[in-house]
Each structure stands twice: as C-alpha cells, then as structure tokens.
C-alpha cells in the first residue's frame, strides 16, 4: 500500500517560522507512522519562488531574485534537517523539470477550452499573491494580513473556476473525507454556494514568474504554479511510473488561511485535467501569541531555531504536536512549553525509564529480569496500541499521545504501588520490573514517530537498539529477552526551571 503526503510549499521571501514548522513535524509524523505500518511512503515538501513578492525582497537587497531563492531554500533545508524531517522529495519551483510541467499543464488546460483571453480589473495583495474580492465600495483591506491592497486593469488568461460549482458541490457531498477537519466545511461550502468567478491565472507585469506558452508570455500566477507542485514533485508528465504509483494525494497539510486555494482552485484544475482528486486536504490552525497570529507579515515570529537551541529539537516536536488538537488554533507562550516539557518529558517519561533501568542496574546486573507478563498491562498495551492507530489515522496527534501517556501513568502508577525496590523476593521483583520494561518498550515504539532520536535512545538502554525490526509497529509483539544486557543509562531530558 502507498502513502502520498504533502505540505504547502514555503514562500522563501523570510525565514521559516513555527507556523512552518509545525506543517512539516506534523506531514513528517504522519510519513514515519505509515512507514512504521509498512506503507510505500512518498513525503513532498518544498519551497515557493516566485512572485512579485520575491521580486520585491530580493530588490531590497540588491540582489537577483534566483540568488535569494537559492539562498532561502538551503535555509528550510537546513532547517528541516535539524528537525529530522523525513521528506522523499524536496521541491522547488525554479527548477526546469517543474517549470516545464507548469507550462504543459496550461498548454492542456488552454486547449482543453478551461483557459480563455480577457481583462482583469480589480484588487491584489501583494504580501498574500491573492486576489482579493470588495464587499463594499471601499477600498479593501486584504482579509488575512490586513494591509493595503493594490488595484489595477490588465489584460489576462482566465481559468474557467465558474464552470466547477456543481462539479465541486457534488464531490464534496459524496467524498466527506475530501474537507478535513470536519468543522471546517461550512465555510468551503458557503463560499462555493455563492457562486465562483473565474480565476485570472497570469500576470502581465510580473517578470518574476513562470513565462506562460503563449505569445504574450504572461507570467503565470504565482499561486497556479504553486499548487501545481503537488503534481511535478512526483513526476507527472516525466516520469509516469512514479506518478501512476503515488497520485493522488492521501493527505495534504495545509494552514487554514490556504483553505480557498485548496478546497476549491486546485480540486477545480484537477478536473479540467481529469486527474484523481486527493483523498483528505487537512487544515490545521494557527499559533497566536496574545490570540494574534505568527506570522511574517505581522512580526510577532516564534523561532524554531532559537528553540531548538535553547531546548532541543524532541521537545520541540513534542510540544507541537501534543500541546494543541491538530485542526484547532494554538496560543504559544514560552510558560507553556517549559511547562509541558518538565510535566511530560522530564517527570512522567524520563523519571519512569531512568529510575526502571536504575533498579535493574543495581538489582539484577544491568540485565532483564525472567517474568511472566501482567495480563491487565498487557491488555492496556494492546488497547492502546489499537486505539492509537485509530487516532493517527485521523489525524488526532493530540489524542494519539494521550493514548501513550495515559499507559505512561499506569506505569508510573503500577510501579509505585508494586515498589519493587522493597520487595526481597527477586523473581517477584523481576516481574515487576519486566513489566515495567516491557511497557516502556511500547511506549517508545509508539513515541517513535514523534521523537524518533529519544525513542532510539530509549531502544538503546533497553538494550535492542540494534534491532532491524523495531522501528516497524509489527515490532509491538516483540517482547523483551530475559538475560539479555540493557544498554548504558542516560538521562533524556534535563528539569529546566
């Protein structure tokens, strides 16, 4: 079975942000979990560099607008790397093979009758590359960064989006998975209902851009050429097996302020190419501070790498993903972190597995004590285990991490009240503590696709590490070997006060 996942491209006019940051740990969480299940994963992500706005940031200074695109994308690189972000492809749309895909697919879309000539007259914000639509007679403010916007007349080519309303309607209502999350389908459908106008898909004073195939040779708009990299990153028109293996989509992750531009653009150019549509598009939401969104246009930016230099990169996924319902918007305030790292990394994760591994140590010679399973951790292990898959196959990281953590204090629990350390009995204590083992076992496999270096460590001290099978959810029926050596004890994360 295959798995295809993407995030937006990134605008490359800034530095990545925690609003970044958060799309590709979540993409890259998902791509590990479906490798874990033995899916053909393909994970695309990438940068977008094109647009007047590029055009702008690199004029400011002085420089050529190919230098700081080529300087920007090595940065996200570099940044997802450090994050250990697991992508099959990185995109970027100055690259030949893309461009030349972009300019096929409006070639096919030209004499398919979905493109026609005509004239543009109305308003653009430049920050956002989107048309903005007045809903009175004054001068509007573009509805997602509130600046200023621009109005002019050009002529242009005209995408046939009108033509998609019932076409768009009727998908929605028999693909239910197609809008995720769920609350977020009002909104499509409201907008849909009130009619679409047709889509201006070139610029003709943007230089900056993909030349269009025709004579003019327009730009092609900035946001047409983005979302066709979801097709040129896995080799439509030039390498057809790649294609014909991953397409369509599984899952495509994106910022709720993108919603229009993928619930209803870029379903309505699949259509006119009578391309499979994806499967699930998921809009999450935004982190604020003081309830303002982080963004680069406002200001307010959070840091992954002052974050990740201050805390490391595990705790950082970590929190992203566990602090807030996957879908709903999140205030970031650095108490919160601290808070959720020394609850959940420091107290119940590290103490458990640090104090484990120390009565072994001392108790039994630094090797896993003979036990019979407890049938009720057992059973727990099992249950969670289920209702853990359940959870991330709907993309409810959250969710799936309470599921970990509610074994996590069982475990915690479980070994308070047996308190082997006071037992004298050592088959007795070694029971007790092979359970404990056997648990934390599981909880590393199933934290894996979170924080994948402390689950690894974790396998380290527990003394299989070195196991082919263990990053495979297969793995889960794999017990412990009595008498086997555990691993060098080290501590996983450090209080911070």
Known sequence: MKFYITTPIYYVNARPHIGHTYTSVAADVLARFYRMLD???????????HGQKIATAAEERNISPQSLVDEMSEVYKKL?????????RFIRTTEPKHVEVVRKIFLKLLESGNLYKGEYSGYYCIHCESYVIPENETIPLCPDCKRPVKKFTEPTYFFKLSNYKEKLEKYYSENPDFIKPDFRKNEILNFVKKGLIDLSVTRKNVK?????????????????????NYLSGVGYLYEPETFEKYWPPDVQLIGKDIMRFHHIIWPAILMALNLPLPKTIFAHGWWNINREKISKSKGNIVSPEDIIEDYGVEPLRFFLMREVPFGLDGEYTEEAFKKRYNSDLVNDLGNLVNRTLNLVEKRFNSEIPYGSPDEKLMDMLKAAFENYKEKMSKIAFSEAIEEIWNVLGYLNKFLDEKAPWSIEDDKEAGRVLYNVLEGIRVIALLLSPFIPTTAKRIWDMLGIGKDPYIEKFSAIEKRLVPGNKIGERVILFKRRK
Do not use: C, N, Q
Not at 42 to 49: I, P
Not at 208 to 228: H, N, Q, R
């Open 80 to 88: 997802w790397e450090k994050l250990e972000i697991t992508y099959d």
């Open 39 to 49: 899916y053909d994963v393909f994970f695309l992500t990438g940068t977008d560099e």
């Open 208 to 228: 900056w851009g993909i030349e269009s195939p025709t004579p003019e040779k327009y730009s092609i708009y900035v946001w047409v050429d983005a979302l066709l």
